[in-house]
């Protein structure tokens, strides 16, 4: 089990560098570079206008906006408190987010099919070898004397990894937004302190997202025999067993360990449940 408090955590802005636009971010969590399951949770807040182009990923991405509003395509946009479910290899954007302010919860980690995730390290050195040898812009990449360019993101991936980059099947038609106001809270247990949005489980994988209320006096235990739970305070405090939590505060428990909070104040967590995908998995193999 691992706590983290986001007011305490520093602010970056080195990455996503391939992307057009200006973000910070605290990295609360991030896991093994190589396994399947490794994955990116960040804290990102926008510093000036953002854009990406129409893409797709080869990872699934989880999105909460914690403040302000986010654009994801023409269209489509996530407000305070909503949720956005982005599977791997679903297209969406084109994105463009002006400079209003927004603090956004984002998850990138390996999906169903086991191709994992590229690492932060990873993508920053493919970034920096390849602007030697080409341009950056508008979030698309292009060879020096070349007219044709494509997505940066798979610019990286394929310099990083010597191979083309490869997309699981489409599951989904569309990046799923989820509006959590319009969840009604189901009681948790016999106390009455707890309370549940379920907002849905998605994949063969069984990613799970849920948001969690707890009353003053209330407490939970965050846990799962064969899953990773990740959770974030959005607002409240209170007591675990290694000391206090705030709002911002982030905590990851591993498969198997079970993780106790108490609250002081009505407070808010967002969860999400993410079940272990065994090294050996592939596209076509098994979780």
């Not at 971010?25 to 490794?38: A, Q, S, V």
């Not at 490869?166 to 969840?183: G, K």
């Not at 198997?256 to 909070?261: D, H, Q």
């Amino acid at each position: 089990m691992q706590v983290v408090h986001g007011r305490d955590l520093p602010w970056s802005e080195r990455e996503e560098r391939h992307r057009e636009g200006s973000l910070a971010f605290k990295t609360l969590f991030k896991g093994e570079e190589g396994d399947p399951n490794n994955f990116r949770w960040v804290l990102s807040r926008n510093t000036g206008d953002y854009r990406s182009p129409l893409h797709r990923h080869n990872f699934d991405q989880v999105r909460f906006c914690v403040e302000g509003s986010a654009n994801i395509a023409p269209g489509k946009t996530l407000h305070q408190g909503d949720v956005g479910f982005f599977p791997e290899g679903t297209p969406y954007g084109p994105q463009q987010d002006i400079a209003s302010p927004r603090l956004t919860l984002v998850l990138q980690g390996g999906g169903a099919s086991g191709l994992g995730y590229m690492s932060s390290a990873q993508l920053r050195r493919g970034h920096d070898d390849l602007e030697k040898l080409g341009s950056f812009g508008g979030g698309r990449f292009r060879f020096h004397g070349q007219s044709d360019s494509r997505d940066s993101y798979e610019a990286i991936w394929e310099y990083v990894f010597g191979r083309p980059i490869v997309y699981p099947p489409q599951r989904y038609d569309e990046a799923i937004l989820i509006r959590t106001a319009s969840f009604a809270w189901v009681r948790q247990g016999g106390s009455g302190k707890v309370s549940r949005r379920f907002l849905g489980s998605f994949t063969e994988r069984g990613t799970r997202l849920d948001v969690l209320r707890i009353e003053p006096g209330g407490q939970i235990v965050l846990g799962e025999p064969d899953a990773m739970v990740l959770a974030f305070a959005v607002g409240g405090r209170g007591r675990a067993h290694d000391g206090p939590w705030y709002a911002h505060s982030a905590f990851q428990v591993a498969a198997g360990e079970a993780f106790r909070l108490e609250s002081d104040e009505r407070a808010e967590l967002f969860v999400i449940t993410l079940p272990i995908i065994g090294r050996g998995a592939t596209a076509q193999g098994s979780l």
